[in-house]
């Protein structure tokens, strides 16, 4: 079946431009994740919604960062007023459940701000 | 919070010798603790995981060691290949909470 899909895969931005970054999970899938991976760094926590749930905003590392997910599915990173340091690939996963469960990434989409 | 430490950053090994990354963790309520690997260009994929009620896995080349006394846990490859160049990321979570994952093992098999 269909993985987690993420697009664009690819985003260049001037810096100070808002960009929306999109991610689809597999279908079922109650638990999505965002998290942002620098050029040879690590998986930095930035989100995570589960169900109904409020989520889990205590990576986001600025107010510049927000994410919705609607109807429990496809969820959208939106950040505001971009900046270079912002420059990372963002990565999304979903998982059947959310606590101790296999997580499925996507493929990410590298973002570059000039 | 829960805090999960993996050592080396780099690991370079000879093709057909074994490769052990290894990992710790901070919070004992923990008790799942999944390993993944990241190929170039791709998001991370699950190799092999554990549960705190046993101290050892293994899937064929991969095992995977838990020493919850000690707080760490391993992960062995053994008869490594070409493919298995990668990173390896540990990582480590507990009931009602999500997961924490280690910087990262950047894992070169060398010919």
């Known amino acids: ?114 | 919070g829960e805090n999960v430490e993996q050592h080396p950053s780099t690991l370079s090994v000879q093709e057909g010798d074994s490769a052990v990354i290894k990992c710790t963790y901070s919070d004992s309520a923990s008790n799942y603790f999944p390993w993944y690997k990241q190929e170039l260009g791709k998001g991370p994929q699950l190799i092999i995981d554990i549960r705190s009620n046993v101290g050892e896995k293994k899937d064929q080349r991969i095992a995977v060691t838990l020493n919850k006394t000690a707080k760490h846990f391993s992960l062995h490859i053994t008869e490594t290949q070409p493919e298995d160049s990668a990173v390896y990321f540990c990582a480590a979570s507990k009931r009602d909470d999500k997961i924490i994952f280690g910087k990262g093992t950047r894992l070169h098999i060398l010919p």
């Open chain 1, 1 to 114: 079946g269909a993985g987690v899909s993420q697009s664009p895969s690819n985003k260049v931005t001037e810096k100070g431009k808002d960009v929306e970054l999109r991610c689809d999970p597999i279908s079922g899938h109650t638990a999505l994740y965002w998290y942002r991976q620098s050029l040879g760094q690590g998986l930095e926590f930035l989100i995570y919604f589960q169900g109904n749930s409020a989520p889990d905003k205590s990576g986001l590392p600025s107010d510049r960062f927000s994410a919705e997910r609607t109807g429990g599915s496809v969820s959208t990173l939106t950040i505001q007023r971009t900046q270079q340091e912002d420059s990372a690939v963002y990565l999304c996963a979903s998982s059947l459940v959310w606590e101790r469960s296999e997580q499925y990434f996507g493929p990410g989409t590298r973002l570059t701000v000039t």
